[in-house]
């Protein structure tokens, strides 16, 4: 039987709490440094908390540590460590040789964050051998990569992004942000040069293309293949954002949580849910109604077109219809989309811009906006990137979860007990014989668990069971257990460590030594140990090789791709991208592994 893990992300401890309770199995949260968001860290008391609130339903508590760190920085990260250690967390991601080896010290197990670039077979073995739990793999990966590598690496826990935005660089080898601004992505502070616009030109400096956003994706979305990811051997199913608000963690967790539930049920004997509790919710999950910049399944089924969203970087959200006719100040709208007062409504202008409106009023299918957008034109596609019905719903209490449990009472030699799951609490009283039968008013007084994570779908009371036992009596019990379940639970925790022992040696990967992100003694000494030749991170050396590499391949996007059919180009290579301020970055097309580097002319 093999377990199932949705993860989901947690800006705060509200969002993690909101999370454990619409059906993540584990939720992943940033502390107060040192993690790839550097813009939403947490205290240790927050983390704490929010281990304590998952941990009642078996549910993980992973802490992102992964980010590069300087010497100086050594001694807060160790200390950081120690308080996770102490606070209880389940694992923490890990992109620094010398911060996973400072983790293992203190008995923390170890995830292999997708910061260290982890494509293939060779690289998930060698860091299962060097103690990591799990290995979280590119985005870029397909569902046969992902199996291949499962085949060779059957014992190493696989982990893979499910939902939300896309990095265009292999995720720990972009360094653009870095050198445009200063702004390190392996410091987690991204300033999110692929968001921005380009002019395409060729080698003579001529545009090709002018103005777009050439490296922005759109967001992945692999809720229709999870079944295509179990059995490739994937068992954690993480979902992004980090950065989003709570309503996008409420829906988006409730939607895939549904979904795994749903595969489990068509394989009751392979697969089972990570975590424990059943959830009930108050709205009906749509991942068209959440933050999204139109979806991809990316590379789940090889190299596709459409991946990217040249037009916009912003969430166009779902289509509702086509512009019909326009009026005065109103206009309708063509299709079988509702309206709410107070909607956030877009399309794509004749400047090929995103141009957004707020509807002020609405009466069936003629909108009313708060002020009629210059470039609204009839046949155009109308988006709803922010919907009022939707919000509403989710900004007050949307889901339970609760955790169903049989009880047993049984009468003892002193008293009598009640068993829940693997616990018992027992109590000292009389036995007094009942004067009229006793089962509904101990069914009634056990079954009171409001307030807690447990629902009681079963009470045991054997046939003969004939005793007077006073309501107060009953409550006591109840409690007793209960609170006994929940001190189990955190007792049964152990930390968890990879099976494999055997040395495996990392033939060198990288041609450019700034590649495997050394920025400090202790993972210099790691990989000279190794026998891996490495350099200084490029943060603290900028040196010459692409600040980019990227599945995402502009020639092919555009139909240029002549090994996958497409047209010969006629424009004279190499390609650059040139940024509004002038800077320019020479595109370099790597047929031979199938990927675009990106470098910064100097």
Known sequence: MRKLELLSPAKNLECGIAAIDHGADAVYIGAQRFGARAAVGNSIEDIRTLCQYAHRFDAKVYVTVNTIVYDEELADTRSLLEQL??????AILVQDMGVMQMAQELGLTVHASTQTDNRKADKVRWLSSLGCARVVLARELSADEIAAIHAEVPDTELEVFVHGALCVSYSGLCYASQYCFGRSANRGACAQFCRMKFDLLDADGQEIDRQRYFLSLKDMNQSQHLGELIEAGAVSFKIEGRLKDINYVKNVTAAYSELLNAYIKHHPEAYERASKGRCTYTFKPDLRKTFNRGYTNYFLHGRQPDIASFDTPKAMGEFVGTVKELRGNSFNVAGVASFSNGDGLCFVNSNRELEGFRVNRVEGNRLFPLKMPAGLRPGLRLYRNNDQEMERLLSKPSAERKIPVKMSIRATEKGFSLQMGEVVATIEAEHQEAQKDPRENIIRQLTKLG??????????????????????????????????????VFLGRKQRFPAEKTKVSLEDTYRNGYLYNVSNRLARLFYEQKGIAVSDAYELRPQKGPVMQCRHCLRYALGFCVKNGGHKPEWKEPLSLRLGDGRTFRLEFDCQHCQMNIYANE
């Open 451 to 488: 307030g807690t994570s447990y629902t009681c779908t079963e009470v045991d009371i054997p046939a003969d069971f004939n005793y007077f036992i006073p309501s107060s009596l009953l409550s006591e019990l109840r409690r007793q257990v209960v609170s006994l379940a929940e001190n189990n």
């Open 85 to 90: 250690a102490e606070a209880k967390v389940d």
